[in-house]
């Protein structure tokens, strides 16, 4: 007598060949950009170490340099404007990566994503080691390092439009906040990965930090040359559905849609997918401009993307500051910001996904982090456990509306109704958008440099936040004029 079949051959078989392609993409572009995060968080763990408390090393045994407080920091980080050029660091940086990505994006859609993200994480991975190795080489100029930072930031811009556009290509709307609210949990992976690598070498040899996670993404770099898809199509599967046609989208209006859509025409060329013939061509950046939503949702991301790097950059050196931790166990706890982050993202991409309401969503974390925030400051030092508890809150409401609008937002504008199946335009919409958003990312971490108390930095963050959710109040409106029957939508999950 035969054995009946295996379960997890039954399982296997469950699932179609298109599905086992859309899996395996998925995980390979999570792993390309959690490499991407990993290399850029080395910078925040190593701050604490490149310039930290002397006399306090000196009142634990070291009696030689009594007469030096800063005798044991790395030069030129040893001066009293130690923060003016952290601060430098992080914009130079921060500023290149913002600039860049809105070319990004242009040279993404005109470009194989194969090449573009390979030759990008290889670089990235170069001058991530060359940061590093001025450990080794014993360089302490500023410029030298601000100009790895410059460089580094531009050729990390390969990575978002690029796996972002990847992705889009391979997932249609429905359910697509809950796919990508758990895929862009890659960003916090990346972060506490990044944190828990610096940390482990930051007091023995800080190089190592950037060299170890170089490494790591330059590896990615070649699994990506050998292995990503571009197209559903290059492997036979079948092309997903980005719209519903029983939905009627509150953003969308029927003079945009012609507006935009007469743009392309005009600027690019016919993109009507009745002519099969015809290879539709890359929108222009006005064209991407023009569709409805994207201005909102990319000033309201600058602010909101100013709050989450500023944490990314600074909180290590804050819970160092405040709560009297060294620099391994003060970037060992940051992680915790961003395990809250991992949950604020895929809670984000679930609520959206059933309300159909991407900016009431992001608004309301919003608006519910700013009081949290302020709380954080002057409660999260009062021991171990409110410490853990503010970190998991406040990281959740802060990641979670710069995921959803970076991810299932930029997807969705960029496969926007008013397009008429011109796929070309995603990586542009999500570089505009996250290139905005950089500029943010940028004059975060510069005015933390720049101001001298934290709890100056900490109203910084909460006027921020609240900027956020003014400028998402006209799509908050229509998208509330939608659920009371005002436009007929359809709640609830959809089908992929």
Same mark, same amino acid.
């Given at each position: 007598m035969r054995s009946a079949v295996p379960p997890g051959i039954r399982c296997i078989q469950a699932f179609t060949r298109d599905s086992w392609y859309r899996g395996f993409t998925l995980v390979l572009t999570f792993l390309f950009y959690t490499s991407y995060h990993l290399s850029r968080k080395p910078i925040s763990?190593?701050?604490?170490?490149?310039?930290?408390? $002397?006399?306090?090393?000196?009142?634990?045994?070291?009696?030689?340099?009594?007469?030096?407080?800063? %005798?044991?920091?790395?030069?030129?980080?040893?001066?009293?404007?130690?923060?003016?050029?952290?601060?430098?660091?992080?914009?130079?940086?921060?500023?290149?990566?913002?600039?860049? *990505?809105?070319?990004?994006?242009?040279?993404?859609?005109?470009?194989?994503?194969?090449?573009?993200?390979?030759?990008?994480?290889?670089?990235?991975? !170069?001058? /991530?080691?060359?940061?590093?190795?001025?450990?080794?080489?014993?360089?302490?100029?500023? %410029?030298?390092?601000?100009?790895?930072?410059?460089?580094?930031?531009?050729?990390? /811009? /390969?990575? %978002?439009?690029?796996?972002?556009? $990847?992705?889009?290509? %391979?997932?249609?709307?429905?359910?697509?906040?809950?796919?990508?609210?758990?895929?862009?949990?890659?960003?916090?992976?990346?972060?506490?990965?990044?944190?828990?690598?610096?940390?482990?070498?930051?007091?023995?040899?800080?190089?190592?930090?950037?060299?170890?996670?170089?490494?790591?993404?330059?590896? *990615?770099?070649?699994?990506?040359?050998?292995? !990503?898809?571009?197209?559903?199509?290059?492997?036979? $599967?079948?092309?997903?559905?980005?719209?519903?046609? /029983?939905?009627?989208?509150p953003l969308l209006r029927q003079d945009s849609e012609d507006e935009i859509f007469t743009s392309l025409n005009n600027d690019e060329g016919s993109v009507n997918p009745m002519f099969n013939s015809v290879q539709p061509s890359a929108i222009s950046f006005m064209g991407a401009l023009k569709i409805p939503g994207v201005v909102e949702f990319s000033l309201a991301l600058l602010f909101a993307k100013l709050v989450s790097y500023t944490f990314l950059f600074w909180l290590p050196l804050y819970i160092s500051s405040v709560a009297h931790l060294n620099p391994k166990a003060a970037g060992d706890l940051s992680t915790l910001f961003d395990v809250g982050g991992i949950i604020g993202g895929i809670l984000a991409g679930i609520i959206s996904d059933y309300t159909g309401g991407r900016a009431t969503t992001c608004w309301v974390m919003l608006i519910v982090a700013a009081p949290m925030l302020f709380v954080y400051n002057y409660i999260g030092k009062n021991g171990l456990a409110t410490i853990i508890g503010m970190l998991i809150f406040c990281g959740a409401l802060v990641n979670g509306p710069y995921a959803l609008i970076t991810t299932a937002v930029a997807a969705d504008l960029g496969t926007h109704k008013c397009l008429k199946g011109n796929a070309k335009a995603l990586s542009t919409v999500t570089a505009i958008i996250d290139g905005t958003g950089s500029i943010g990312a940028a004059l975060g971490p510069l005015l933390a440099g720049v101001l001298s108390d934290w709890n100056n930095v900490f109203y910084m963050l909460i006027t921020s936040d609240l900027l956020a959710c003014l400028l998402l109040s006209r799509l908050v409106y229509k998208e509330i004029r939608g659920w009371c029957g005002s436009q007929p939508r359809t709640r609830g999950f959809k089908e992929i």
């Open positions: 763990i190593v701050k604490s170490e490149l310039h930290k408390n $002397c006399s306090a090393i000196a009142g634990h045994g070291n009696k030689s340099h009594l007469d030096n407080d800063t %005798w044991c920091d790395w030069a030129p980080f040893d001066k009293p404007n130690y923060k003016m050029l952290f601060g430098a660091l992080d914009n130079s940086f921060l500023i290149a990566y913002a600039i860049g *990505m809105f070319f990004s994006g242009m040279f993404g859609e005109r470009l194989p994503l194969r090449y573009y993200l390979t030759v990008g994480m290889l670089l990235s991975g !170069l001058f /991530t080691a060359l940061f590093g190795l001025g450990f080794y080489w014993q360089i302490h100029t500023i %410029w030298y390092y601000v100009f790895i930072q410059i460089a580094n930031g531009l050729v990390q /811009t /390969t990575g %978002w439009p690029a796996v972002v556009a $990847c992705v889009g290509n %391979w997932f249609g709307k429905g359910k697509r906040g809950l796919i990508m609210g758990i895929w862009n949990s890659h960003t916090s992976v990346g972060n506490i990965l990044g944190s828990l690598i610096a940390g482990s070498f930051v007091s023995s040899a800080w190089g190592l930090s950037f060299i170890v996670p170089g490494g790591i993404i330059a590896a *990615m770099g070649i699994v990506c040359f050998f292995f !990503l898809i571009e197209y559903p199509e290059d492997v036979g $599967c079948t092309s997903p559905q980005h719209h519903d046609q /029983t939905e009627q989208e």
